[in-house]
Each structure stands twice: as structure tokens, then as C-alpha cells.
């Protein structure tokens, strides 16, 4: 087994897997690229979804209309992370990480790669307490984007980019704005309509992990042979 341990640069960052590596060139992954790569591995969630609110509805705990939108729009943004990061992008796995231990190093020598990694996670820290009730507390909710991001570094070392310890930084610098974010438009909004878009009578501590794992699972598995057997891109 081997592995790299390597020293940050501006094309280590994760908002760099956009681009696509090919023989030593790198070009820009266009937007459509990532569009359909993402919704080829968020179809298989949706079905899973209809069911699982047709059974919460079934079982008397129906939530909103608003609250359903807000989750499967959520969720197709966590596609679209795994999607930007590079997972799934090859259909073959191999254990050959590329690691980044010395933090801030990267973050200065690119400094648009630095903000846009922590763009990418503000809406993770604005969804998560938008939605559930239990995710209200800042800690909360930190918590869960950084094991989020830690999530997405360690599958990275399975072929699809480097594992950067800025990232998780950045990410988590982002999930602490999404809050303030929605900290500060919980103050403006009615409490009636911020009570639609959260869950009733669901476990939420079960529900985003469980949600979370599986959409890790269909971006690893599922998304790589449909893009590369069916849809047939390189």
C-alpha cells in the first residue's frame, strides 16, 4: 500500500475537482457535466423518498409540502457537493490517498479556492436547522457538517482527489456562516412559516445521517456505473 503526503497548492483544493484530469491536462468540468452527474445519482434517492414520507403521512405524522420541497432540494445540493468534490467521478476504486496536513498553507496561496470551499458549505449549515429541530444548536450543527466533510476527505482517498485538511477547515468556517445565515433570517421570518419547513414527529438524529450514508453509497456505487455504462461519459 502506498500513499502521498503532500504539501498544499492552489490545484489541491476541493473546489479544484471541477476539473477534469486527463493525460496530464486539466479542463474545466462543464456545469452540464456536473448537472448530470449529479441527478444520475439523485434519482435513485427520490423514489426513497416519496416512499418514506407516503409512510410518515400513512403513519400520521404528514409534514409539509414546504417541508418535502425543502428536503429533496437539500438533499440534491448534497449530491451536488459529491458531485463538485469528485466522487464517483471513475468507476474504479483504489486506495492510494493523497494527504494534506499542514493547514492555512493552501488557503494562502489561493485565496478564491479558499472562499469558494467556504461558499460550498454555507447552505449545509443553513438547511440543516431550517429543517429540523433538533439541529438547531449551533454545535449541532457544526458538528455534523464537519463529519460531513471529514466524510467526503476520507472516501477522496479511494481514487477520487486529495485529502486536504484546509478542507475541512474552510467547509467548516462555511456551515458556521450557513447558521448565522439562518440564525439571523429566523429573526424575520413568521414563526408560522419557519414551523412549515420543519419536521414533525421524525427523529432527526436518525434521519440525516441514515440519508446522508445513503447518498455516499449511491455516489460510489450506483452514479459511477450509470454514468460510465449507460449515459457512457468519460
Known sequence: ?????????????????IFRVSKGDKNMLPISDILIRSISGYVFIVPVFI?????LKKSGRK???LHITA???????????????????????????????????GMISGPIDTILNVVLFVPF??????????YHHIKTVVLT???????????QMFGWGSTDINDLITNTVGVCLGYLVYYLLSKVLPNNLRKQFQSENVNDMVEVPLFAIYTFIIMVTVQPWVIH???NIG
Open 71 to 105: 428536503v429533496l432540494l437539500f438533499y440534491y445540493y448534497l449530491f451536488g457537493i459529491l458531485t463538485v468534490t469528485g466522487i464517483g467521478y471513475t468507476s474504479t476504486i483504489s486506495f492510494r490517498p493523497r494527504i494534506s496536513l499542514i493547514p492555512f498553507l
Open 125 to 134: 449549515g443553513f438547511f440543516l436547522p431550517l429543517l429540523y429541530k433538533k
Open 145 to 155: 457538517g464537519f463529519l460531513f466533510s471529514l466524510s467526503v476527505e476520507i472516501v
Open 1 to 17: 500500500m502506498e500513499y502521498d503526503i503532500i504539501v498544499p497548492t492552489i490545484g489541491n483544493d476541493r473546489v479544484k475537482q
Open 229 to 231: 455504462s449507460l449515459l
Open 51 to 55: 416512499l418514506y414520507f407516503l409512510y
Open 63 to 65: 409534514q409539509s409540502l
